[in-house]
């Protein structure tokens, strides 16, 4: 899990530095949150990187230097994409890493990256038990430290919120009762 997560790092820093020489220099603020066996230091040898992409609200209104302007959500995207293109980017020994991204809020349909306020809120209002349950493997394994920082803070809030038995076993035979039915 370590290697995977210093391969993540190091394709982040190379990606970051790809779309910087297309679109101009744009302020750090991708986080890169591991998930399932990677978040849990438990990979396998066959296993995929269950990712979800989180960025600081700070840069959402920031534009990228270049002649070729990114503003900040659309600069996050393309960032976030070109981590999974470089990641899955078939090569003569295979793949890096495959990757799996429907972790993400609201699944996908969801957006590929969302402003930390965003997943907070998401984490807080909508998410079923089940992705409360995979929040507690989640772990940041590139982008800011402060920013990982302030994700800690989120997963803690959620993770750590006042519950009631029978509400949490509503949700899980909603949760149930929708698996069935698809």
């Not at 930390?116 to 984490?123: K, P």
Request: one cysteine or more; glycine letters at 8%; charged letters at 25%.
């Amino acid at each position: 899990a370590e290697v995977a997560a210093r391969c993540v790092a190091r394709v982040l820093a190379l990606a970051r530095r790809d779309l910087d020489l297309q679109h101009g220099e744009f302020p750090e603020g991708l986080l890169v949150l591991a998930y399932g066996s990677f978040g849990g230091a438990e990979l396998g040898f066959a296993s995929d990187l269950d990712l979800v992409f989180v960025f600081d609200p700070a840069v959402a209104s920031i534009s990228s230097s270049g002649v070729r302007t990114l503003e900040g959500g659309r600069y996050m995207a393309r960032l976030s994409q070109r981590v999974l293109h470089w990641l899955s980017t078939p090569t003569h020994a295979g793949p890096l890493y495959e990757a799996d991204v429907r972790l993400r809020p609201d699944g996908a349909k969801g957006l590929l990256v969302s402003p930390l306020n965003a997943f907070r809120d998401y984490q807080l209002q909508r998410a079923w038990v089940w992705e409360h349950q995979a929040l507690v493997r989640a772990r940041s394994v590139a982008g800011p430290a402060a920013l990982g920082a302030s994700f800690s803070e989120v997963r803690n809030e959620v993770l750590t919120r006042q519950r009631t038995a029978d509400d949490v076993c509503q949700q899980v035979g909603r949760m149930r009762a929708r698996w069935r039915r698809e």
